[in-house]
């Protein structure tokens, strides 16, 4: 009798044409990570985001999933999504066209003096932003501190969840998952260091130095640590110290003998990122009373009290990136950047790049939301009003604003903006709202009394502050008391490549931030709710 051999089917990525052999129990989301192909999993690969499409030929049937998702249009191309479906025989898989370059922050401000105080003539450094979504890096001379160069990168980490409470998940599946997390992060920043150092000549032997800051997951990921107490109350980091350790005990095979230094946490969520803003602010240093916001899904704040230091941290959520909104999308080419409602209710907007607007990214979120308010379209608890201009109702009977129609600026499709997301602002600017009120109250100040707000970070940098005051995402301060301070984490991460006077600071500064536990605050239940409804 022949012997028959049985393959295993193989998945063809298009366009880079990867090739993968599976096993029937394997989903096309998690085969693209075994070869580290980029596909977006807000949630995590659960299947309740809708982001990771792609076109599957031959094409299975469409599950419950798909369809509520995805729209017929896109079902009949034999878009599915990637994590729920696997494969029996062989099988395309095309990721749809790239989304384009991500638009990221790379300098920041810094405040006060500080200087260089370990001198090595021909040896360079390279500072690190690792952010949940984007990595910064930057190749520093160690003898004078002049930037040489700098590169960016979405981190590869988002294949495996968008926000950090899915990344913990996934490392909490095995201890190879936990292993993978940190290759992933490590590789793209000695790719980082490679590219940087080809660009500006530097032989890489010479680089002698990496300074790293995040917030606390991001550092325990990059670190290999155990994760698994963050993932449950009271959520006490299990490295709360700054760590100096080789390269090579990290996987960082190209550069085994550099020396690596992370930041301590704070507390909780608080990381060795906001510990950089601290820093390169001088917060610790202030005269005055000073709020600062970096603005993302964790949300974290600090509030120095003329050089007291507090800080939280909100669980604001991934809306305001886009995440969770039904067209949303990060900053990056064809996202709808900005937006203006004329008297009419008629939109007029500005697109990232030459290309047709594709979706919402935050600074638009932001501006959409103010403007309906404004224009009437929503009151004051969100509702729309759906006697308004450009309102429709969906399939779903949801009402929504259409932004974008199909065929303006050359659009292929509606871009609305629907009941549900405005739900979804409304709860994220809360978060972010009620730490801010609960940090101020807890000195015995309101936002009347601030002398400054920083906002930090990409999304800080890139909104209206007067959008953002419009639907109370920012306390009710003058606009000529804000500033926007950029990469503020990154600016601290030089400061402590560069000093081992900051480096031997930041310790103590980790120790005397006082960290204010939101959850467990007495008046938080009735702030969250009291900050919900718009001012």
Same mark, same amino acid.
């Given at each position: 009798?022949?012997r #028959?051999t049985?393959m295993?089917p #193989?998945?063809?990525f ?7 052999s599976v096993?029937?129990?394997t989903?096309?989301l ?6 580290g192909?980029?596909?977006?999993a807000?949630c995590?690969?659960?299947g ?26 896109r ?6 999504l ?9 099988t ?14 790379e ?9 260089i105080?370990?001198t090595?003539?021909g040896q360079?450094g390279?500072? @690190? +932003?690792?952010g ?12 004078t501190?002049?930037? @040489?160069?700098?590169a ?8 495996f ?7 913990v998940q996934y490392a !909490? ?5 936990n292993? !993978? ?9 000695q ?10 000549g ?9 300074? #790293? ?16 107490? !963050? ?13 100096c350790?080789?390269g090579?005990?990290?996987?960082l +095979?190209?550069l085994?003998?550099?020396? @690596? ?8 969520f @608080?990381?060795g990122?906001?510990l950089?803003?601290?820093l390169?602010q001088?917060?610790?240093r ?5 709020l600062g ?5 964790n ?7 003329r ?12 809306a305001?990136?886009g ?7 990060r900053g ?35 501006d959409? #939301? ?5 224009s009437?379209i ?14 429709v109702?969906?399939?779903?009977g949801?009402?929504?604003?259409v932004v ?6 050359g659009?292929?499709? +509606?871009l609305l ?12 600017k ?5 730490g801010t009120?609960?940090?101020l ?7 009347e ?5 920083l906002?930090a970070g ?8 007067e959008?953002a ?5 920012l ?11 950029g ?7 030089k400061m402590l490549? !560069? ?17 204010v536990d939101?959850a467990?605050?007495p ?9 919900i409804?718009?001012?």
């Open positions: 009798m022949a #028959v049985i295993a #193989v998945i063809i298009k366009p880079s044409g990867t090739r993968v096993d029937e129990e989903t096309v998690e085969a693209s990570r075994a070869v192909l980029h596909l977006s807000e995590g690969g659960r309740s985001c809708g982001k990771c499409a792609v076109i599957m030929t031959p094409s299975p049937e469409p599950n419950a999933r798909d369809l509520e998702h995805l729209s017929s249009t079902i009949e191309r034999g878009l599915r990637a994590c729920q479906h696997t494969v029996v025989r062989n395309h898989v095309t990721i749809p066209r790239s989304e384009g370059a991500v638009k990221i922050l300098q920041g401000k810094t405040t006060g003096d500080w200087s105080d370990e090595q003539l360079y390279v500072a @690190v +932003d690792l949940t979504t984007t990595v910064v890096a930057y190749l520093m001379d160690l003898s501190g002049v930037q @040489v160069a700098h960016a990168t979405l981190n590869p980490q988002i294949a969840g968008e926000d950090v409470l899915s990344r !909490l599946t095995g201890e190879d998952k292993r !993978l997390l940190q290759q992933r992060v490590v590789e793209s920043i790719q980082m260091t490679e590219q940087m150092s080809a660009e500006s530097v032989d890489l032997k010479d680089v002698t130095r990496i300074a #790293v800051v995040g917030n606390t997951v991001m550092q325990h990921l990059f670190l290999g640590a155990d994760v698994e107490p !963050l993932s449950r109350a009271p959520f006490e980091p299990s490295v709360s110290e700054g760590v350790i080789k090579k005990e990290i996987g +095979d190209g085994p003998a550099i020396d @690596v230094h992370v930041a301590p946490n704070i507390a909780r @608080v990381g990122d906001t950089g803003f601290i390169s001088r917060l610790d202030a005269d005055d009373l000073v916001i970096d603005i993302g899904t949300g974290e704040i600090v509030l120095s009290d050089g007291t230091l507090y800080c939280c941290s909100t669980a604001a959520g991934p305001l990136e995440a969770t909104i039904t067209n949303g999308m990056q080419s064809g996202a709808v950047e900005h937006v203006e409602i004329h008297t009419d209710g008629t939109p007029e907007i500005s697109v990232i790049g030459d290309e047709p607007p594709r979706g919402f990214c935050g600074s638009a979120i932001v959409i #939301v103010a403007e309906m308010k404004t009437g929503i009151d004051k608890s969100g509702r729309m009003d759906s006697s308004a201009p450009r309102i109702k969906r399939n779903d949801q009402l929504a604003y974008v129609q199909k065929g303006e600026h659009s292929e499709r +509606d903006f629907t009941q549900k997301d405005v739900r979804q602002i409304q709860l994220a809360a978060a972010i709202h009620t009120v609960i940090l109250r807890e000195k015995g100040y309101s936002s009394d601030m002398d400054r707000l906002l990409a999304f800080g940098t890139y909104i209206r502050p959008s005051l419009e639907i109370g995402l306390p009710s301060v003058q606009l000529g008391r804000i500033d926007a301070v990469n503020a984490a990154g600016e601290g991460a490549l !560069l000093s081992g006077t900051a480096r031997s600071e930041v310790s103590a500064l980790a120790r005397n931030t006082h960290y939101l467990t605050h008046s938080f239940q009735d702030t969250l709710m009291a900050s409804d718009f001012p």
